[in-house]
């Protein structure tokens, strides 16, 4: 047996099982609550989650994305920008060759956006005043 394989243990198998969740707040929108209590809602369903924390470029975000390895990224915006954000987040996804990942987007998006935005590639929508457990109950749907 070579002494430099790795054999990976249950608990190894088992975490590569679970999606990994990038929750980030781009630009200069300073409001994080939601974006923490989201995350938190998503550890506690099981997901691995790396917050990103607020001011982050769309470049920031990708880059941290691939890095990562994430599986999904979570957009917090509550700035209005959701629509340009998300054109440019994709146009880098496709120069990267990171299109597998799953983009879900939360904050304040006007219902008239949410086709826009699902037509670009955003896999969900969660508009203010959606359910806290909407965001791992669709990854679990979808992902798992």
């Known amino acids: 047996m070579n002494s430099l394989m790795h054999i ?11 999606p990994r969740i990038l929750l980030a707040k781009p ?14 809602a998503l ?5 691995e989650v790396i917050y990103t924390g607020l001011h982050q470029t769309v470049e920031m975000i990708v880059e941290a ?11 917090s915006i509550m ?10 987040l994709f146009d880098l996804l496709t120069t990267k060759g990171a299109t597998d990942i799953v983009v879900l987007v939360g904050g304040v998006i006007p219902s ?3 086709p826009v935005l699902k037509d670009m ?3 969900e929508v969660f508009p203010g005043g959606s ?11 979808r992902l798992m």
Request: charge should be negative; aromatic fraction near 2%.
């Open 27 to 40: 630009g200069l929108d300073g409001h994080d609550r939601g974006a923490k209590v989201v995350a938190h």
């Open 8 to 18: 990976p243990t249950e608990v190894e198998l088992a975490l590569r099982s679970i």
């Open 131 to 141: 359910d806290i457990d909407a965001p791992a109950q669709y990854i679990k749907e």
């Open 121 to 123: 590639g955003v896999a």
């Open 79 to 88: 700035s209005g920008a959701h629509v340009p954000i998300c054109r440019k």
């Open 65 to 75: 994305a691939i890095q990562e390895d994430a599986d999904v990224i979570g957009l």
């Open 43 to 47: 550890k506690d369903a099981g997901f």
């Open 112 to 114: 008239r956006d949410i």
